[in-house]
């Protein structure tokens, strides 16, 4: 960081004055059950601009950093975004994902910490042998399949997407990451909905965080899901359950003996996708919760007869 320009307290004062009289922001926070925390969003918002954790932004303002202009006109432009209730990530044009820091934007569903709970099932379940393939399906900005390349063992990753946008993406986090760390398994990207874009392979685990809230649902979303995140990623026809439909009824076939499944699910139709499984012939079905207590994951294994 330059140590020319405005200071950063004053840039940091600037975005929160901003951010404290955002009319969609102050509703945005009611929703959630909380007041508006501008000095708390402006903090965020810097941090991910300057690429610095919060804390060490807290000893950059106590030496009296400056921010250069550049990056002063990316937090007020960042800033601006953020006022009118476009989502942080967006903003600030990136997401932390368990050990990765994402670039995402309004091609792609915004990372979650929810998300990250179903790679930490997948890399459990497979932690007992190195190889094979995992795949991902739906992978939007790559996050799963970026998880699973760089903290598996796995000999390689196929990750898929509906969406040629969703993939682009991807393709751009995956060239950083590659960058950032050459040991990682090599990842390849296909388009096509579902399991279409598979043919051919035999994977140890399929891991998905498909659409699914139905389409009567969607209007009860949050503001900043309904009116920023790509619809396409969101909503799913048979009330929510298509993609966990198509998927298990022909993941038999793509499966090593023993292979897994893993979802991530709506807490409303956890049981429902359990049970799906189970009459597809899985065992092993299992749900897991998150860390709020709400049924979050399912895991299906295929097992030979």
Do not use: K
């Amino acid at each position: 960081m330059a140590d020319t320009g405005r200071l950063l307290r004053d840039v940091l004062h600037d975005a929160a004055r901003l951010l404290s009289a955002s009319p969609a922001l102050i509703v945005e926070a009611r929703a959630d059950g909380a007041p508006l925390d501008a000095d708390r969003e402006a903090r965020w918002l810097v941090s991910a601009v300057l690429e610095v954790a919060p804390g060490e932004l807290g000893r950059l303002l106590s030496v009296g950093q400056a921010v250069s202009d550049p990056h002063a006109f990316q937090i007020d432009r960042a800033t601006r975004r953020r006022v009118t209730g476009e989502p942080m990530a967006y903003c600030v044009g990136s997401a932390p994902f368990r050990d990765l820091v994402l670039q995402v934007d309004q091609r792609v569903l915004i990372p979650r910490p929810e998300t990250e709970i179903v790679v930490g099932e997948a890399l459990r379940i497979t932690a007992d042998r190195p190889g094979g393939i995992a795949v991902d399906i739906g992978t939007g900005s790559g996050a799963i399949a970026l998880s699973l390349a760089t903290e598996g063992r796995f000999e390689r990753v196929i990750a898929t997407d509906l969406s040629d946008d969703a993939l682009a993406v991807a393709a751009g986090n995956a060239a950083r990451v590659a960058l950032e760390q050459p040991a990682a398994a090599p990842v390849e990207f296909r388009q096509g909905a579902d399991l279409a874009p598979l043919g051919g392979i035999q994977a140890r685990v399929i891991v998905s965080n498909p659409p699914y809230i139905a389409y009567s649902e969607a209007a009860a979303l949050p503001r900043s899901v309904r009116d920023w995140e790509p619809t396409v990623a969101l909503v799913a026809a048979d009330q929510g359950m298509a993609c966990y439909e198509a998927i298990l009824a022909g993941a038999h076939r793509l499966l090593e003996p023993f292979g897994w499944v893993v979802f991530e699910v709506d807490a409303r139709r956890a049981q429902q996708t359990a049970a799906l499984a189970t009459t597809r012939g899985y065992q092993q079905v299992r749900v897991v919760r998150d860390l709020t207590g709400r049924e979050r994951v399912v895991l299906a294994q295929h097992v030979t007869a």
